[in-house]
């Protein structure tokens, strides 16, 4: 089943304590889409500059990437710059230039118009609306990601999408934010209130929880001894989640939950490496071996 994404695809610079890495391949929409990929066809919307070059648009042709729906445009690509702390749970911003994505008018290629999984990834609110009307049918799962910048400056053209998004995939702080609650059974409430039916909230290396009507599922995040960087880890994560929902087509209890640990799997590779390095050599046995992994986890007897 095609998954449509749409969201940044961007050069990064990034700084952890591992190490340094100047303008790599990176956006939302590019982790997404590799990490789904490994389940499913994804059908890319995005925009880049002149600096994206034939080397880096085979990053997604190798896969089962559909890029009809990355305009080209004069001028930089998005470029992000950030740097974490010690501990790898804080970062700074140090530079976010939009470039060709400050005149984004995203356009649905006719064959990304029947797409029944959409991801929108974190960007304007409008833009996330802008693409969801042009999807002919209703699709069977919309997921949305946003952010603090557009929960605050946007609130109304954010709760306009949210109206038409069935899961909500956000962090524990932008829940909060969002809901203006603090305990996240009540923030998940207050939610469900703005149209999402379900609420998956994605706390670093605390995991993920899935709150729905059926009850509360968590997953924990793969212990890892020394992950490098954390970049994109929520977005591979979205893009496990929703690449393996589209494989199963259906979202029954048991779905959703192997899609939570897909996701925490995807998430887990990503930070291992900078950038996308972990994801770029990433193989289904790999995946499906960290998967078994989680099992031994979080199995117990009573
Ligand atoms: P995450 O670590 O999940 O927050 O995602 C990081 C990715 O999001 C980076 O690769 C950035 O290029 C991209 N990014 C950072 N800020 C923004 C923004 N304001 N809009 C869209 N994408 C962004």
Known sequence: MAL????????????????KVERTIGGAATYFSVAASFFTHVNLVAVVGEDFTE???????????????????????????????????DRVTL????NVFADFDPKLPEEYRDSRYVFLA??????????????RRKPRVVALDTMNYWIERTPDEL???????????????????????????????????????SLVIKRGEHGATLVDNKGV????????????????????????????????????????????????????????????DRLRTLTNREIQARARHFLKLTQFTL
Not at 74 to 80: H, I, L, Q, V
Not at 95 to 98: K, M, V
Not at 124 to 135: D, E, F, G, Y
Not at 173 to 192: G, M, W, Y
Request: hydrophobic content about 40%; proline content about 5%; charged content about 20%.
């Open 95 to 98: 530079a976010t230039e939009l």
């Open 217 to 276: 599922f968590c997953v924990p995040a793969f212990p890892l001894e020394e992950p490098h960087d954390p970049t994109g880890a929520g977005d591979s994560f979205a893009g496990g989640f929703m690449g393996y929902l589209a494989s199963a087509g259906n979202t029954s209890d048991a779905v959703l939950r192997r899609a939570m640990v897909y996701g925490s799997v995807l998430g887990s590779f990503a930070v291992e490496r900078f950038g996308l």
């Open 159 to 197: 709760r306009q999408v949210l109206r038409h998004t069935d899961v909500l995939l956000i962090n524990d702080s932008e829940t909060r934010q969002l809901s203006n609650e603090h305990n996240l059974l009540r923030c998940a409430r207050h939610i469900f209130k703005m149209g999402p039916k």
């Open 122 to 135: 974190n960007i304007a609110p409008t833009l996330q609306r802008a693409v969801l009307t042009q999807v």
């Open 55 to 89: 080397e880096h648009a085979r990053i997604f042709e190798r896969r089962r990437i559909d890029t009809r729906g990355l305009e080209r445009v004069p001028g930089n690509s998005f470029f992000w710059a950030g740097r974490y702390s010690v501990n790898l749970n």
């Open 4 to 19: 449509l994404v749409v969201g940044s695809v961007a050069f990064d610079s990034l700084e952890s304590p591992f190490g």
